[in-house]
């Protein structure tokens, strides 16, 4: 992925975040009406190509979301539902854990548990010292993979200038070095293994589009 080193590469940078992480929580009928009308895959592309994703990866993404033209909102809203549930939540587990601290467990050979394991405390410990904590009302540990990338998107704005969080630690780095902190000591350490298991057990052409510019991203 190109290098950022202006402002306005920072926010196409925090743009493709969003984007990601949007086709990474339950979906949404916003997202399938999205999906249906072009307006996702248009702005896929051009994110995309701002960002120097590799044009074979984005052909092949492109042509996965092209099935969805035309198709019907209620339709595809159940279908991507159907989906994500197989990949993320699963019964009695996922595909595909969409939590950075279960593949930290698998690699390292320990009881993969959610919120308790190392690397989900360290990604907690991480967020909380630029500023983001555990949203209220909610109990998702914060090392899932849109989780990440919505905190991705956090920092590119704010090294762009586009946000300014209302209080910051006193300890707070340089948005630019914990961007690049993260992105290699969390973020790259599985981003790219959870994208290819998506691609490979996903039946519906959206998760293996975005599974893509996910991978594409390492």
């Known amino acids: 992925m190109r290098n950022c080193t202006t402002e ?106 959610l919120f308790v394991n190392r690397e989900s405390l360290a990604v907690e410990r991480f967020m909380r010292s630029c500023g983001i904590g555990q949203p209220e009302g909610t109990n998702e540990p914060l090392d899932h993979i849109a989780s990440e990338l919505e905190f991705l998107q956090y920092l590119c704005l704010i090294r762009a200038g586009a946000t300014l969080p209302p209080e910051l630690p006193d300890d707070f780095s340089l948005p630019e070095a914990a961007f690049e902190n993260f992105s290699a000591t969390h973020f790259a350490s599985w981003s790219k293994e959870f994208a290819e298991a998506t691609i490979k057990e996903a039946r519906a052409p959206f998760y293996r589009a975005v599974g893509r510019m996910l991978a594409s991203l390492s």
């Open 8 to 113: 306005s590469s920072w926010l196409h940078k925090a743009a493709l975040f969003e984007l990601l992480s949007l086709g990474l929580r339950l979906p949404t009928p916003e997202l399938a009406e999205a999906l249906s009308s072009g307006a996702y895959t248009d702005a896929l592309k051009e994110l995309a190509e701002l960002n120097g994703i590799a044009p074979d990866e984005l052909s092949l993404a492109l042509a996965e979301l092209a099935a969805y033209a035309g198709t019907g909102v209620d339709v595809l809203f159940h279908e991507l539902r159907t989906e994500y549930t197989h990949l993320y939540v699963g019964a009695p587990k996922p595909a595909v854990s969409p939590y950075a601290g279960i593949w930290w467990a698998r690699e390292a050979g320990v009881e993969p548990l």
